[in-house]
T-cell receptor, first 111, second 114 residues
């Protein structure tokens, strides 16, 4: 199937780390992406990882990829109230134009 | 302007109206996309254009008609829509997917069909 699955909701305290998880089904995925959507806005690309990598770090963001388990995670260090948003993971297979998105995880950061 | 822009940002239309959504990208990309984002559903790809040629149509009803006059502009022409077509319509652009294939999104048009 084409499912990309994410948990619906995550609540953390400001200053803590957030970990948002995603699972996908197709082993031919080549690139996996994380997008952020704030209220009333489009999707903002945060980072991406190529399928032959295990980890990618970009400032406060760390992406971990477990290809064997088809599991992707996004860790946000020192989470701030401005990080409150919906986070989408997406996969791309082979050289397809099509990105397959999860339903999004709503992150709420409590002061 | 930079990035991907969309107009209008909000649109309310009746089922018998005809309207058009516009998208413009200033990133020099070859490919442009229309997505539909409905409440409680994953983002749905509608159309893909690469170098002005349509490469994908994801079984979209004919009441949605895309137009891509050049690599920088993309339109979505709407006619005789249904209330269930109310959604956020997102445009994106990107390079050809032989590389990392990131897609960059505009802010969307919030469409309400009465």
């Amino acid at each position: 199937g084409e499912d990309v699955e994410q948990s619906l909701f995550l609540s953390v305290r400001e200053g803590d780390s957030s970990v948002i998880n995603c699972t996908y089904t197709d082993s031919s995925s080549t690139y996996l992406y994380w997008y952020k959507q704030e209220p009333g806005a489009g999707l903002q690309l945060l980072t991406y990882i190529f399928s032959n990598m295990d980890m990618k770090q970009d400032q406060r963001l760390t992406v971990l990829l477990n290809k064997k388990d088809k599991h992707l995670s996004l860790r946000i260090a020192d989470t701030q109230t401005g990080d409150s948003a919906i986070y989408f993971c997406a996969e791309r297979r082979d050289s397809s134009y099509k990105l397959i998105f999860g339903s999004g995880t709503r992150l709420l950061v409590r002061p | 302007e930079t990035g991907v822009t969309q107009t209008p940002r909000h649109l309310v239309m009746g089922m018998t109206n005809k309207k058009s959504l516009k998208c413009e990208q200033h990133l020099g990309h070859n490919a442009m996309y229309w997505y539909k984002q409905s409440a409680k559903k994953p983002l749905e790809l509608m159309f893909v254009y690469n170098f002005k040629e349509q490469t994908e149509n994801n079984s979209v009803p004919s009441r949605f008609s895309p137009e891509c006059p050049n690599s920088s502009h993309l339109f979505l022409h709407l006619h005789t829509l249904q209330p269930e077509d109310s959604a956020l319509y997102l445009c994106a652009s990107g390079d050809s997917p032989s590389g990392s294939g990131e897609q960059f999104f505009g802010p969307g048009t919030r469409l309400t069909v009465l």
